[in-house]
DNA sequence: ATGGTTGATTTTCAA
C-alpha cells in the first residue's frame, strides 16, 4: 500500500496535475494541505472518474486537507483535532482497511515571537494528545502531511541559516516534532534514507527548486506497529518540475501488503 | 535587512 502526502497548494488550481500524478504514481492513499476549498467546491467526482473516494475539511482561501483511497472505503472519519477549538481546516483522519490514516497540515509560524508561532506550538500539543489517542485505539497508526518543520539539519539545505532560532527549525518546533515521534512514530524516510540533500519543498523565489535550495517537511510517519512493513520511502521531485507547480513535492511511503 | 514568487482575493495576506 502507497501512502503519499502532497501539499497543492490550491487544488482548484492544480487539479490537472494532481490527476496526471494519480494516473502516473498510482498511490493507495493520499493526503492533501492547502486545498483552498470549501467542502461544496471539492472534485470528489473527478478524482471518482480515477478510482479514488475522498474526505475533505476545507475552507474559503486558506488551509484545507482531504484523504484519497483508491478503490477503497474511507472510514471513521474524524474533522479537524477533538476538544480544540481552531478556526482554520488543518486536520483529517480516516481508517484504510486496517490503518488509521491522520493528515495534518501543522501551522507554518511566520516567525518566531510571533503570535502565529504561539499558535504552532499551542496547535501541535493539542495534536500530541490526539495522536497518544489515536495511537491507543489504532495501533497500525500512519501519520502524514506538511509539518512545517524539518527534522534535523539534514533536512536543509543551509543549516547555518535554517537554525535553531529560524522558524520550521528552531529548537520548540523541533522538540515538539520529536515529543510527537517519542509517542511511538518514526520518520518513513528516515527508515530508508540516511543522507542530507533530500527536500520535499522549495521557494518558489530565487530560482529555489532548480538550485535545489529547500528543506524536508513533508513528513510520513509510521507507528512501531507498522516500522517493519514500512518497505519503501521517499519523495517524488516529478510534479515539482512541471508547469505552474506546487511548491512541495509528495513525500510518500510503502507498506507492504 | 530586504526581497524575491505564487495563490486567493485585493489594494494586502499567507506562505
Not at 122 to 128: F, K, M, S
Not at 229 to 248: L, N
Request: hydrophobic share 45%; charged share 25%; no cysteine.
Amino acid at each position: 500500500m502507497k501512502i503519499a502526502s502532497w501539499n497543492v497548494n490550491s487544488l482548484n488550481v492544480r487539479l490537472p496535475q494532481l490527476q496526471d500524478w494519480l494516473r502516473d504514481f498510482a498511490p493507495d492513499v493520499v493526503g492533501l494541505q492547502e486545498t483552498k476549498l470549501e467542502d461544496h467546491r471539492f472534485p470528489d467526482a473527478a478524482l471518482a472518474e480515477l478510482g479514488y473516494r475522498s474526505v475533505f475539511h476545507g475552507q474559503k482561501t486558506y488551509n484545507g486537507v482531504a484523504i484519497l483511497a483508491r478503490e477503497r472505503a474511507l472510514d471513521d472519519v474524524q474533522v479537524a483535532i477533538p476538544g480544540f477549538d481552531d478556526v482554520q481546516a488543518r486536520a483529517i483522519a480516516a481508517t484504510v482497511n486496517d490503518v488509521r490514516i491522520v493528515n495534518l497540515y501543522v501551522v507554518n509560524g511566520q516567525d518566531i515571537g510571533t503570535e502565529k508561532y504561539a499558535y504552532k506550538l499551542r496547535w501541535l500539543d493539542a495534536v500530541h494528545g490526539w495522536l497518544a489517542d489515536e495511537l491507543r485505539k489504532h495501533p497500525k497508526l500512519v501519520v502524514l502531511g506538511d509539518f512545517n518543520i524539518a527534522p534535523d539539519d539534514r533536512d536543509v539545505h543551509d543549516p547555518a541559516t535554517w537554525n535553531d532560532d529560524h522558524i520550521l527549525t528552531s529548537t520548540a518546533e523541533r522538540a515538539a516534532l520529536k515529543r510527537l515521534l517519542d509517542l511511538g512514530l518514526h520518520d518513513g524516510f528516515r527508515l530508508h534514507h540516511d543522507g542530507a540533500g533530500i527536500f520535499s519543498w522549495w521557494d518558489y523565489r530565487q530560482a529555489a527548486f532548480r538550485r535545489n535550495l529547500g528543506l524536508r517537511i513533508d513528513l510520513t510517519l509510521v507507528s512501531d506497529a507498522l516500522k517493519d512493513d514500512a518497505v519503501d520511502a521517499g519523495i517524488d521531485r516529478t510534479p515539482r518540475t512541471w508547469e505552474r507547480a506546487s511548491d512541495h513535492a509528495p513525500a510518500f511511503v510503502t507498506l507492504r501488503g
